[in-house]
């Protein structure tokens, strides 16, 4: 039989027996020790009393309990394996840290049972940041992620090291870059990047407040990040952006549509030629993305295509419904209008190389200068001499394209083009000169 106590200030390194009711209030993706290459988990859990103790699993102990332990969700802990905890990693009064190893008994709280309530974050709003600029003191953030840069590795005094910057944005609609550090970009910058078309909520516990480029945010060693964190309040950011979603659209295609440049100067991008591409994506880590600025005519090698696809108003994802027919979407679960979406398959070309191309949206509006209603009205096989009049339009200009590479996908063969995100015309082909 264990004893159940309320308080791990009760529980040392030789209590026996025990047993407590915590909630989960951090947890960090599992990671391998440089020193003994032994893959480890941390998670920071809370009693009923607001007491903290850091608890670690390793190696086998982890991927059992791949899906328990759920960051906010209540568990009773029984028979971990206490020890001190050295004094430079404590994280409260408690003296002691755990180990979850095989040996120790985690049971989810009944939901007909009393949860321990969720941990209370500080949160400080973009618009008073100001009064933390510079300063020593760390603050939590909720904020919409809604733009990710390319890593990047660069030198410290303390030697080389990798960062990545990601946008953030709140009510006061202000982005502001989060610079991620060292082992964040691994592993939170990851699944951040994978679902940044869906704008994650991003909680993040102890981050500085700092002056590059103007008012800006930056990970520390210490800091936690929780993606899409069920809070009531992330639910209400949710829904904030999704009702502000034209608006934090237009701050993306104003402000965030160059990636190697920071707000303060936008009008800089990197351009790299088609011919260096496939290098520059063997260099990738795993499970990267990447995003580049090329500049390139734009072909349409097939003007029998059709150029549109009837979609989901809301979410953009292909429906078998017809046009301005209501349904409920399977994907979104929303209910919406069908409308016709412009996609057009096209060929990037900058003289060292061509790259196969998928131009979707407003993207493939704006290059095509038509819209999606007429294209659907228009063009196809009904209509050559208005499709070629417009490729013979879109070919004679040359254009500053970001294209999104997802080297996964362009291994299959169905896969094989990369996604136009931004297209502007910088001239037309009679005034091009060398700029190619």
Do not use: H
């Not at 131009?359 to 493939?364: Q, S, T």
């Not at 096989?381 to 996964?408: C, G, M």
């Amino acid at each position: 039989m264990w004893t159940v106590y309320t308080s791990i200030k009760d529980i040392t390194s030789k209590t026996k027996n025990w047993k407590i009711k915590m909630i989960v209030a951090e947890k960090s993706p599992k990671r391998i020790s440089q020193r003994t290459a032994v893959k480890y988990q941390n998670l920071i859990l809370i009693d009923k009393e607001g007491n903290r103790v850091q608890a670690t699993m390793f190696g086998t102990d982890i991927d059992p309990r791949e899906n328990t332990l759920k960051i906010l969700q209540s568990y009773y802990i029984i028979d971990a394996y206490v020890k001190p905890v050295d004094p430079k990693y404590k994280i409260g009064e408690y003296q002691y840290q755990w180990t979850l190893n095989s040996k120790t008994i985690i049971e989810e709280v009944p939901q007909n049972e009393e949860q321990i309530d969720a941990p209370k974050y500080e949160i400080i709003p973009f618009k008073d940041l100001e009064a933390y600029r510079g300063s020593i003191g760390e603050i939590d953030i909720l904020a919409v992620a809604i733009k990710i840069k390319p890593t990047k590795e660069i030198t410290t005094a303390s030697g080389p090291t990798t960062i990545q910057e990601i946008y953030v944005i709140d009510e006061s609609l202000n982005p502001i870059c989060l610079t991620m550090w060292g082992r964040f970009v691994q592993d939170e910058c990851q699944k951040i990047s994978d679902i940044i078309e869906d704008k994650p909520i991003i909680l993040g516990t102890k981050i500085s407040v700092g002056s590059y480029n103007g008012l800006s945010l930056s990970s520390r060693p210490s800091s936690t990040f929780i993606i899409n964190p069920l809070l009531p309040e992330a639910a209400a950011m949710k829904r904030w952006a999704e009702n502000n979603d034209l608006i934090i659209r237009s701050i993306i295609a104003r402000s965030l549509t160059y990636p190697s440049a920071p707000l303060s100067s936008v009008g800089i991008r990197e351009i790299v030629k088609n011919c260096d591409i496939a290098g520059l994506i063997k260099g990738l880590q795993p499970m990267a993305k990447a995003k580049f600025w090329i500049k390139a005519k734009v072909n349409v090698i097939d003007i029998t295509q059709v150029f549109y696809y009837m979609s989901c108003i809301g979410c953009n994802k292909g429906t078998g419904y017809k046009y301005n027919e209501s349904f409920v979407c399977m994907y979104c679960k929303n209910q919406g209008v069908c409308k016709p979406r412009a996609r057009a398959y096209v060929e990037l070309d900058d003289n060292t190389g061509k790259l196969a191309a998928t131009m979707f949206g407003e993207v493939a509006e704006q290059a095509l200068g038509c819209s999606a209603v007429e294209l659907m009205e228009r063009a196809g096989e009904e209509n050559p001499p208005y499709v070629k009049r417009i490729a013979d339009k879109l070919s004679k200009k040359i254009w500053k394209i970001q294209v999104y590479a997802d080297p996964e996908k362009l291994k299959e063969k169905k896969y094989r083009q990369f996604n136009v995100l931004s297209i502007e015309a910088v001239q037309d082909e009679e005034n091009a000169g060398s700029s190619c």
